[in-house]
């Protein structure tokens, strides 16, 4: 069980520290309560406030840490039944645990969906690099480069008036058009694979639906639809929702646990925190956390190390033999994720 508390030393703050927490960093925000911003009632009337924070959460802005790298080796290892954590930040995911093996209680931002319609959102398409018409215009053109063959064959097939009048529409009227275009042309394009199908009429040639999502993100925009204009929500649980399907794995997984690790967790946030008391009474519980909580009733075989969450999994790292082990794993990932593709 993992909790925001495993992500600080990657820079991303918790939320209830009482001075560097992220709900104390709301008051000059447009909330009435700090967590107002993860109720959907309020997101529905105001959702500028969690998108302005989604911007920060944006994936790549932060980088696994030796927790999660920890967490990795017990996959390495076979020793990893499963991972539950209430993190949305996708650290576990970055950090190479599979997804067969997480359970992401409270969602995560690796899709979305829109509010109005349920029309889904992958992540590839959510959170893609994107802008407006410009970004589009080269992005076809990199489609078209990338499918050079069918580029040329277009231009063999093609009588040399007609493809003079095609570009000359699709690069330059195209874009300031006053009046949607015929999209029949570019259904073409996108049915023949010459060009990416996430690109689509806007006024002009822009980004479909997601791409343009996460533009408006960063262009501190509220995100729409492109099937209906709604309110595009990423699949991050908020307060009174359904917990994904995936966590009623627990039903089979606590039950045959034979230790249960508990990483940087307050067990506050229900029914998340009442995991800590599903395994066997026989089985033992690690809880490491920067304070004690009130909330984990005490067991006889329980361990209970507080503190600075590195230097503990640091210190159960070498305990355990693994420190060279766990060095060239976070060598070999960090690097790999300070690729200039990544």
Avoid at 12 to 30: A, V
Wanted: hydrophobic share 40%; glycine share 6%.
């Amino acid at each position: 069980m993992a909790g925001a508390g495993i992500s600080t030393a990657s820079g991303i703050p918790d939320f209830r520290s009482p001075e560097s927490g992220f709900y104390s960093t709301l008051q000059h925000w447009d909330v009435p309560y700090p967590e107002a911003i993860f109720e959907l009632s309020f997101f529905l009337d105001n959702p500028r406030p969690f998108f302005t924070w989604a911007k920060n959460m944006f994936p790549g802005n932060f980088k696994p840490n030796v927790i999660h790298y920890f967490l990795r080796l017990l996959h390495d290892r076979g020793l990893l039944q499963r991972l539950y954590t209430q993190n949305i930040d996708g650290l576990e995911r970055a950090s190479g645990i599979p997804g067969s093996k997480l359970v992401e209680a409270h969602g995560s931002f690796a899709s979305a969906t829109c509010t109005a319609c349920g029309k889904p959102s992958p992540e590839q398409d959510f959170w893609s690099p994107s802008k407006s018409s410009p970004f589009a215009v080269k992005h076809l053109r990199r489609g078209f480069l990338h499918r050079s063959k069918r580029f040329l064959n277009l231009f063999v097939l093609m009588p040399l008036s007609a493809s003079a009048i095609f570009w000359f529409y699709l690069f330059h009227l195209g874009k300031t058009f006053p009046l949607e275009p015929k999209k029949s042309s570019l259904r073409l394009l996108h049915r023949c694979r010459w060009v990416p199908s996430t690109l689509t009429w806007q006024g002009g040639l822009d980004c479909k639906g997601p791409t343009r999502q996460k533009a408006a993100v960063m262009a501190d925009r509220v995100p729409r639809c492109a099937a209906c204009a709604g309110l595009v929500k990423p699949d991050v649980v908020f307060f009174g929702e359904a917990l994904p399907e995936r966590f009623f794995l627990h039903l089979v997984d606590f039950p045959t646990a034979e230790l249960l690790l508990i990483l940087g967790t307050s067990l506050k946030v229900e029914p998340f925190a009442s995991l800590s008391e599903a395994v066997r009474s026989s089985v033992p519980r690690v809880f490491m956390n920067r304070k004690a909580v009130e909330s984990l009733r005490p067991r006889s075989r329980d361990v209970v190390q507080l503190g600075d969450l590195v230097d503990s999994v640091e210190r159960l790292v070498e305990l355990l033999g693994w420190t060279e082990e766990m060095r060239d794993l976070v060598q070999r990932e960090t690097s790999k994720l300070s690729r200039p593709d990544r």
